[in-house]
Nanobody
Framework: QEQFVESGGGLVQPGGSLRLSCAAS????????IGWFRQAPGKEREGVSCISHSSRFTYYADSVKGRFTISRDNSKNTVALQMNDLKPEDTAIYYCAAQRLIGGKFCVPLDYDLWGQGTQVTVSS
């Protein structure tokens, strides 16, 4: 069974850090762009950061540039998101997803077709 499992979410104070991890099983991530997306209550799901299959290309939403870093290790079938200087507006459920569709748009949620179950990130004092 092809699936992603996210981990690393939790409750953190503003200014703190978290590292999210996404582990794939049942398939190889070698050939797919992988992204981290988030959805806050009452808001649409948005692309936070995405990385191409070779790690050559990355994307960061303006709201997280300079604070978040995406990385991948294809030998371990994992993708990580290091989140520093967290803000209350970063509170959301974070999902990782793979883009297996040919010709899909980079870091656009509708063009990613294999999703994990999500992990909650809450930034609050």
């Amino acid at each position: 069974q092809e699936q992603f499992v996210e981990s690393g979410g939790g409750l953190v104070q503003p200014g703190g850090s978290l590292r999210l991890s996404c582990a794939a099983s049942g398939f190889s991530t070698d050939y797919y762009a992988i992204g981290w997306f988030r959805q806050a209550p009452g808001k649409e799901r948005e692309g936070v950061s995405c990385i191409s299959h070779s790690s050559r290309f990355t994307y960061y939403a303006d709201s997280v540039k300079g604070r978040f870093t995406i990385s991948r290790d294809n030998s371990k079938n994992t993708v990580a998101l290091q989140m520093n200087d967290l803000k209350p507006e970063d509170t959301a459920i974070y999902y990782c997803a793979a883009q297996r569709l040919i010709g899909g748009k980079f870091c656009v949620p509708l063009d990613y077709d294999l999703w994990g179950q999500g992990t909650q990130v809450t930034v609050s004092s």
